[in-house]
């Protein structure tokens, strides 16, 4: 960190400031990270959505724990339920380099049954007050809740400065969503001091900006709390038999009629490049997974992975560089408007608009065209793929086709409405006791 003025507010090398301060040091931040994120399919079928491999070499998870490294909120306590195990091998392995002696730290929760012995976690409030206890160990003055599988960056640092300034009891980080899309959100109204007035989880008939009428203000799963406070709201909401105990439908609305509840914009927070749009995306279909990846492979993504300045933090193996093999007029290892991670072997084939992941083997006379390989797979000589994700560890057989025939991939693999096919090792009938 640099160039720090008299408050303890850094400044990144572009001149914005970083609130890396006593209000970021004295938080502690929750992961919700228990989600199966079943419209991801069979994707998650052995593995929680904040684990699903995203952009070349990442996790969707690790975009919201670097959001709170780079921001300065080094006390941080994954929560997690659903199949966990990748998720948590990945935290073990590329995460743990914050030093406790410092007061700093990365702890996974696991749903443990801590309230009673017959029930896990029942909803998104619930699965705060199981671990109510750590929060009062950690003794922070805030607690800021986040959802571990969306992608986008933000300083955290300036949302717990907005908070602190209007005295809030409760803040919720909102933006703006075409209203045909509001259904799957928290909607709220406010008045012009940005203070709520109004929220309703998921509405049927979702209410538009004023002005704005094909635009409404969605809640994106992340709040800041006075840590007292929401002791208070939790407690509360765990004796009332009437509650789903979740942030969405039972807590913030209680909250909005009683207390001061504040929202803020995300553009006022986000990590962006001058002339980009602010960057916020719910991977949680095939489509917007696959669109997502797609956008990082253009020449001038929404998304700026380059940035050093606020950089993304991941586990990765130590892998041999990427290599390209063979220069002849029959086969030649080549990518085009593509991304290749470490240990991956194009040998005389050809990537056009395809991000591989790492430890990936193209074999000769084979084209992989807008698709999407995760992890440690092998396409064998004369494949032909086009506009899909293939999971870790597949095998894709010699003289496969997948991609051009919607109606016969159906036949054996998962295929979207837009024509998007996601193949698994599962689907090829090759399932191992493999790492994922």
């Not at 980009?276 to 253009?298: C, E, I, Q, S």
């Not at 130590?318 to 390209?324: D, E, V, Y």
Request: hydrophobic content about 40%; glycine content about 8%.
């Amino acid at each position: 960190m640099k160039d720090f003025d008299a408050a303890g507010v850094g400044m990144r090398n572009n001149g914005d400031p970083r609130f890396v301060s006593q209000l970021t040091r004295n938080t502690f931040a929750l992961i919700l990270a228990g989600g199966r994120g079943s419209r991801l399919h069979e994707l998650t079928d052995w593995r929680a959505k904040p684990a699903v491999p995203f952009g070349g070499k990442f996790r969707i998870v690790d975009f919201t724990l670097s959001n709170c490294v780079n921001s300065g909120v080094r006390r941080v306590g994954v929560v997690t339920q659903y199949k966990a195990q990748s998720l948590i091998r990945h935290l073990q392995l590329g995460w743990s380099f914050l030093d406790g002696r410092l007061g700093e730290f990365i702890e996974i929760m696991p749903a443990q049954q801590q309230v009673n012995e017959s029930n896990w976690y029942q909803g998104t409030a619930d699965a705060v007050f199981q671990n109510l206890r750590e929060i009062r160990h950690a003794n922070p003055e805030y607690v800021l809740i986040l959802s571990g599988d969306h992608v986008y960056r933000m300083d955290y640092g300036r949302l717990l400065a907005a908070h602190a300034e209007r005295q809030a009891d409760m803040t919720v980080a909102c933006i703006e969503v075409p209203l045909e899309d509001a259904r799957e959100f928290g909607v709220m109204s406010i008045d012009d001091d940005g203070r709520i007035v109004n929220f309703q989880e998921k509405p049927a008939k979702p209410q538009p900006m004023p002005g704005n009428p094909g635009v409404a203000l969605a809640s994106m799963g992340i709040y800041v709390f006075n840590a007292h406070f929401l002791i208070e709201q939790l407690l509360r909401d765990a004796d009332d038999p009437k509650s789903s105990h979740d942030f969405g439908k039972d807590v913030i609305p209680h909250c909005v009629k009683r207390y001061r509840t504040f929202a803020q914009s995300f553009s006022d927070s986000c990590v962006r490049e001058p002339d980009k749009p602010a960057y916020w995306r719910d991977v949680g279909t095939l489509d917007a997974f696959w669109a997502a990846n797609m956008d990082l492979v253009g020449v001038t993504p929404d998304l700026n992975l380059y940035d050093n300045n606020w950089p993304i933090w991941t586990w990765q193996p130590q892998s041999p560089p990427a290599k390209f093999v063979f220069d002849d007029d029959t086969r030649r290892g080549s990518a085009v408007d593509s991304t290749v991670s470490g240990g991956c072997i194009v040998s005389g084939a050809t990537l056009r608009k395809s991000m591989l992941f790492s430890g990936v083997h193209v074999h000769s006379y084979s084209l992989i065209e807008e698709s999407i390989v995760l992890p440690n797979v092998q396409v064998e000589r004369n494949c032909v793929l086009k506009r899909c994700i293939i999971d870790n560890n597949c095998i894709i057989p010699e003289g496969t086709r997948i991609g051009l025939d919607p109606a016969e991939d159906k036949k054996r693999f998962h295929v979207t409405e837009s024509g998007l096919t996601l193949v698994t090792e599962a689907m090829l009938g090759t399932v191992k006791d493999t790492i994922r």
